[in-house]
């Protein structure tokens, strides 16, 4: 709307510099058309650069998040540069996904991650954005594509201490050295010990609460298999190379 009230403000003050009968009737449609063509185009301009009949709006968002592998436990994530803190994070929003999604490169957007003692991954998403003030504006500015510009956004992973931060270039490594572990005395050996280290966390368990339920006695096994698996990654496949 803005917009077009400059152009129209323009073109108003063409006509009535080059039309009008006389010069009063000329200094005076001028000088409005002139104030309304400047006037719109410092609205432009504070509305660009200042954000002005703008406000900055909040909102937070957090969703389940599961690993892109459907056997591991991986923090996965695509390094950019060499600080870390560009890093691109990959995830999926269901258990089964056929394209994982992934956390934006920008100058915008920040991403942490926090290891948790549950059982579930989550990521919050924190943004705040450019919104218009009231309707007025709303309308005045239309077409000036800054309702909704991005300000800031926080993505905060909260990872179980059973999953594992690995690179895109790592998880292939780890792809191949687990392929090349599938003979069958390799197999019985690694499933010998992930039973052993289950055993001996869950019989730990019982000591200290001889009356644990079936559900709980369950789920204490899940998380010694995925402890136990979090561990052969780090300290076995690819050791110093996996922060966690």
Do not use: C
């Not at 709006?57 to 591991?72: A, D, N, R």
């Not at 594992?164 to 019985?188: E, F, G, M, N, R």
């Amino acid at each position: 709307m803005i917009t077009i009230i400059m152009f129209l403000g323009a073109i108003a003050f063409f006509a009535a510099i080059m039309f009008s009968p006389s010069n009063r009737t000329r200094w005076l449609l001028g000088m409005i058309s002139g104030l309304i063509f400047v006037g719109s185009t410092l609205m432009i301009t504070a509305n660009f650069h200042e954000h002005w009949g703008m406000k900055q709006v909040t909102t937070t968002k957090t969703q389940k998040i599961y690993s892109t592998s459907s056997q591991m436990q991986l923090a996965l994530y695509q390094p950019v540069g060499t600080s870390g803190k560009d890093n691109v994070y990959i995830y999926q929003t269901k258990p089964r996904q056929k394209t994982p999604q992934h956390t934006q490169a920008n100058e915008f957007t920040t991403n942490r991650l926090v290891w948790t003692d549950s059982d579930q991954a989550t990521l919050t998403v924190k943004e705040t954005r450019w919104r218009f003030k009231n309707d007025f504006y709303k309308v005045l500015f239309a077409g000036s594509k800054m309702d909704g510009k991005l300000v800031s956004r926080t993505n905060t992973f909260r990872y179980p201490k059973t999953f594992v931060k690995i690179s895109v270039k790592q998880a292939q490594a780890l792809k191949k050295q687990a392929q090349a572990l599938k003979s069958p005395a390799t197999q019985a050996q690694l499933k010998a010990q992930a039973a052993a280290y289950v055993t001996a966390k869950v019989q730990a368990a019982k000591q200290q609460n001889p009356d644990l339920t079936e559900a709980q006695l369950q789920k204490l096994t899940q998380q010694a298999q995925q402890e136990y698996q979090a561990q052969m990654i780090k300290k076995r496949w690819l050791p110093n190379k996996v922060i966690a």
